[in-house]
């Protein structure tokens, strides 16, 4: 028998990138709100992975707009909340050394621009402008948005998660779940190794683990993880102010990304391709050379920088590239908020916000839009332009 312990209005699988800012959302919004994790606190997965950029510079109107929620998020965390998430608005710069990469970029400007993002083109005088290392030889130029920024993963999420048990979210850490409980097509509640809770609406956040916990609801949502390594630099004064994207392929990579912490190290990450599938996290001998010859390449001055460590975090990747959220047809009250692509962290409170409006019912057009377009039935067809 469910009692006042076990019972909910929400029950959220999982407390990383996109859990935890749902819970906090959630309980803001006078919902009972229960957070299931099978690690030992929030962001075990793939948050501890990330880098920190945080951007709406996307190709996707839904990524756009869920882009710029999250920005009016965490631009305004310390003035709102008080916590200090290391903010910066340094920008983005995607450049552009190939025909095929300015047309790509020219393109989407008018899209980007049509839904409030504050982005332009820059000619390559222009663009050195604003980052004065980049090489100068083959430099057509490329797209700043200057409202584009980072933040730190890792105070980011446990300010979120102190907020959200202030505002009366339950966290239960070491508690993976076991069975999704529904009775007549709709859902009921969770079971775990500990306890049977009740609820009428969960919401499927569990990053990598996305495609097993949907499998104990009888679906099948096509996440697959993927490896991805990062590294990061001894601390230099300060000379770079935006996260450069250089979205070229190259032999063992589709692109990289690099941009300087206000602490000073530069951090940086490559998309191998093909990609490495699974989840293996362990390092690699492969990565560390071959970034550092693209960084290099791109960017001279960078060749006299130390590298202090690497790591690998995994993507939950979907076929397009895009999220998968919104409501199951199948089950009732099965909420699907996966495969984030990577991009959890910079997505993740924006969606929050979304989450809320779908469960309270109260989405204008403009937010069935965002869900149509990521919608679990939807036809994965198409590419993500801007990884």
Avoid at 96 to 120: C, F, M, S, V, W
Avoid at 299 to 306: A, G, I, S
Wanted: glycine content about 10%.
């Amino acid at each position: 028998m469910a009692t006042a312990q076990t019972s909910f209005d929400v029950i959220v699988i999982g407390a990383g990138s996109v859990g935890t800012p749902a819970a906090f959302a959630l309980a803001g919004a006078g919902l009972k709100t229960l957070v299931l994790d099978e690690n030992a606190s929030v962001g075990q997965g793939a948050n501890k992975a990330a880098i920190g950029g945080i951007r709406a510079t996307h190709s996707d109107v839904a990524k756009i707009r869920i882009g710029l929620r999250s920005l009016e998020i965490l631009s305004t965390w310390q003035d709102t909340h008080g916590d200090d998430i290391e903010w910066v608005a340094g920008g983005y710069t995607f450049v552009a050394y190939r025909e095929r990469e300015e047309r790509t970029l020219r393109n989407l400007l008018a899209i980007q621009k049509t839904h409030g993002l504050p982005i332009d083109w820059l000619e390559p005088a222009e663009l050195r402008a604003v980052v004065p290392d980049l090489n100068p030889e083959g430099l057509r130029g490329g797209t700043f948005s200057p409202e584009d920024g980072s933040a730190s993963p890792l105070l980011a999420l446990h300010a979120f998660y102190r907020h959200a048990c202030a505002r009366g979210a339950r966290f239960h850490f070491r508690e993976p779940v076991r069975e999704i409980l529904e009775e007549r097509g709709r859902v009921v509640g969770v079971r775990t190794d500990r306890d049977t809770y009740r609820a009428p609406v969960v919401v499927n956040a569990a990053g990598g683990a996305a495609r097993e916990v949907s499998r104990m609801a009888g679906l099948d949502v096509p996440v697959t993880p993927d490896s991805h390594e990062a590294g990061v630099t001894e601390a230099v004064q300060p000379f770079l102010g935006p996260m450069v994207v250089d979205i070229r392929p190259a032999p063992g990579s589709a692109n990289f990304y690099f941009y300087q912490h206000r602490t000073g190290q530069v951090i940086f990450c490559i998309t191998p391709d093909p990609p490495i599938v699974g989840t293996d996290r362990r390092e690699t001998s492969v990565f560390l050379p071959m970034v550092a010859r693209r960084m290099v390449a791109l960017m001279p001055r960078l060749r006299t920088l130390k590298v202090r460590r690497t790591w690998r975090g995994l993507y939950p990747m979907t076929p397009d590239g895009a999220p998968i959220v919104g409501p199951s047809r199948e089950l009732e009250g099965f909420i699907q908020a996966v495969g984030l692509c990577g991009q959890g962290f910079m997505l993740g409170p924006g969606l929050a916000t979304y989450l809320v409006k779908l469960i309270a019912g109260d989405l204008d057009e403009a937010d069935r839009e965002v869900f149509a377009a990521l919608a679990p039935d939807r036809r994965f067809a198409g590419a993500e332009k801007l990884k």
